[in-house]
Nanobody
Framework: QVQLVESGGGLVQPGGSLTLSCAAS????????MDWYRQAPGKQRELVAI???????EYINSVKGRFTISRDTAMNTVYLQMNSLKPEDTAVYYC?????????????WGQGTLVTVSS
């Protein structure tokens, strides 16, 4: 069974930076992709950034140029560097991993980490 552990959330002033990390652990799995989602109060969860096994990345328009997703393949860890943070970035951020295990595939979610952007 694969588990994800997230860290790095917190309170930051507008214009500040934070880096989130998400580490996958378990045995016998191969990561396909690790992505970041977020859910703001009263809103639906949205996909923020994608990092595929081939190294391709994609972002929602509202974070392009400010957020960077990267992955340490050897450590099965994905990061989200967030710069120039805005109050509207306030949300619980979730990591999602899709993986192969044996002859099948599955996905798993992290527990979420709260990011609050406020002065």
């Amino acid at each position: 069974q694969v588990q994800l552990v997230e860290s790095g959330g917190g309170l930051v002033q507008p214009g500040g930076s934070l880096t989130l990390s998400c580490a996958a652990s378990g045995s016998g799995f191969t990561i396909i992709a690790m992505d970041w989602y977020r859910q703001a109060p009263g809103k639906q969860r949205e996909l923020v950034a994608i990092n595929t096994r081939g190294g391709n990345t994609e972002y929602i328009n509202s974070v392009k140029g400010r957020f960077t997703i990267s992955r340490d393949t050897a450590m099965n860890t994905v990061y989200l560097q967030m710069n120039s943070l805005k109050p509207e970035d306030t949300a619980v951020y979730y990591c999602n991993a899709r993986y192969y295990i044996g002859t099948s595939h599955d996905e798993v979610w992290g527990q979420g980490t709260l990011v609050t952007v406020s002065s």
